[in-house]
DNA sequence: GAAGCGTGGAG
DNA sequence: TCTCCAAGCTT
């Protein structure tokens, strides 16, 4: 790749976030190394829109990295229930554990240090070094990858791409230029249109070599997967049980699936509700029992669980379909 | 290296 | 309604 192009490409883009860059964005203002850290694991394959309220939220209960030290895995997963990939809030939790063990608490510099932490690879720790400390490390993104294969007008793969977002990232103004490819492709140069006339790129751009839609090679089915679950409701409590298998939603709370057989006797009302729901690699059905019982009985099981009050449901890392039911099954009862 | 891991928005 | 896919990492 010729060197001009590199330096134009950079050059273009810190002066477009000089002027059009998403700078209201929530993680963008008052830049800690702590909320981009936070933020960055968020955006993981999940788009800003979807992030915002949860990245809020979670500052607002954890302001700084000394307030969420003191946190339990609980704890975070209930700031993550809704945004999915759990394992995330899991690393975030581990990554805050190995800071209190090995950097005495506060967040590494380091770029090798950051790259240590759980949940952090190499992007993330790009990001963390070039936005929050103003390092020049490279990312690689999907934005960053579907802006430089047009630009460059080639479908390179995996380390193609990486030595080129290396080369592409300059020494100087590396905040403008990671945060500024970025809300190129997430803005102009997306993966389902191209406004090319407001793209700062267009006098140098390689684009019209690449197609917009890649051809999809063949389309995998998911495996359906059943699920049976209880909600008992007592006095306007819920009954859920933590999770422990690692197929999905490990560490979150769902309804009885088989441990409440005794409880049979004390039904005051029962109704049924179907929910299909898909994950990443699973179709789930799930039938859902409602029951409101009228007495309480022992559990029989060495799963975790516990009654929860209508008003604590947000404090509970509870999957998204089953917070559906839950918040429906709460409207009806008022 | 490929599969596993959630959810919701866009077209 | 259906399909794609998004500020990827881990095993």
């Known amino acids: 790749m010729s060197k001009n192009k590199n330096t134009y490409l950079a050059k273009q883009i810190v002066a477009w976030y000089q002027i059009n860059g998403r700078k209201d964005l929530p993680w963008r203002k008052n830049i800690s190394v702590y909320k981009v850290w936070i933020s960055e694991i968020m955006l993981q394959q999940t788009q800003v829109a979807t992030v915002i309220p949860y990245f809020k939220r979670f500052i607002k209960e ?4 000394r307030s969420l030290i003191k946190a339990s895995e609980d704890d975070i997963l209930a700031l993550w229930s809704g945004l999915g990939f759990y394992r995330r809030a899991k690393n975030i939790f581990l990554a805050k554990e190995k800071i209190k063990q090995d950097f005495k608490g506060r967040f590494p510099k380091n770029f090798d240090d950051i790259l240590s932490l759980p949940g952090i690879g190499q992007s993330t720790a790009g990001a963390i070094s070039s936005i929050a400390l103003n390092n020049p490390h490279p990312i690689l993104d999907a934005n ?10 080639k479908d390179f793969n995996e380390k193609e791409l990486w030595d080129l977002s290396k080369m592409a990232t300059p020494q100087k103004n590396v905040f403008e230029y990671t945060q500024g490819i970025m809300d190129i492709g997430a803005i102009i140069c997306t993966s389902k249109k191209k406004d090319c006339d407001l793209c700062p790129l267009k006098s140098n751009c390689s684009s019209k070599n690449i197609p917009l839609a890649k051809k999809i090679a063949y ?8 699920l049976t679950y209880k909600l008992l409701i007592y006095k306007k409590k819920y009954l859920l049980f933590k999770k422990t298998d690692k197929t999905f939603w490990d560490g979150l709370w769902v309804p009885a699936e088989g441990q409440v057989k005794n409880y049979i006797k004390n039904i005051k009302t029962q109704h049924s509700t179907k929910v299909t729901h898909k994950l990443s690699h699973l179709n789930l059905k799930i039938n859902i029992d409602i029951i409101h019982v009228n007495k309480l009985e022992s559990i029989r099981t060495n799963s975790e669980h ?3 009050a209508f008003n604590e449901i947000e404090k509970v ?9 839950i918040n429906n099954e709460q409207n009806y009862s008022v």
């Open 306 to 308: 516990k009654w929860v």
């Open 144 to 153: 960053v990858k579907r802006v430089l294969k047009r630009f460059y007008g």
């Open 62 to 65: 954890y302001p700084s990295l």
């Open 317 to 325: 890392a509870i999957p998204a379909p089953i917070k559906k039911v």
């Open 219 to 226: 389309k995998k089915i998911n495996p359906t997967h059943h």
